[in-house]
């Protein structure tokens, strides 16, 4: 759990960016923030919301992963799940492109897919 200085930091940081990247107004900022479903106050939201809303400010891209991966991949993805309960994506892409050349699940070959889920399934053993 983040400890309470970086709760601040990343209030302060959100703020930032919507000013200086969008131009929002702090009233204007907050009735976007009503609309988009995080509530008007930044201080009422718990860490994983005010990081997706920064991420969603700047532009980065969300993996949730289930509409991304076919039936196999969504498999997959809960082992990954279970073997990195962070950062999901980002080691999955970093192992991918490190071993085979590849970015996504999708466009693995079957011996890669196997070799990427037994790979996981050691992990997620190790951490249950």
């Known amino acids: ?11 302060r ?11 929002w107004e ?3 900022f907050h009735d976007l923030m009503e609309q ?3 509530g008007r106050s930044l201080k009422k ?5 005010l990081c997706k809303l920064r991420n969603e400010l700047l532009g980065i891209r969300d993996y949730s992963g289930y509409d991304k991966f076919d ?4 498999h997959m993805w809960h082992l990954a799940r279970l073997a990195w309960p962070e950062r999901t994506m980002n080691r999955l892409q970093h ?3 490190k071993h085979y050349h590849k970015s996504h699940w999708n466009i693995l070959n079957t011996k890669e897919r196997r070799a990427t889920k037994n790979m996981l399934k050691n992990y997620a053993g190790k951490t249950v």
Do not use: C, N, T
């Not at 759990?1 to 209030?11: H, N, Y």
């Not at 959100?14 to 200086?20: C, E, G, P, T």
């Open 1 to 11: 759990m983040p400890i309470l200085q970086e709760f601040k930091d990343i209030r």
């Open 13 to 23: 940081k959100i703020m930032a960016i919507s000013v200086k990247k969008y131009g």
């Open 26 to 28: 702090y009233d204007q």
């Open 36 to 38: 988009w479903g995080y």
């Open 45 to 49: 939201l718990d860490w994983h919301h």
């Open 71 to 74: 039936k196999d991949g969504m």
């Open 95 to 97: 192992f991918w492109i």
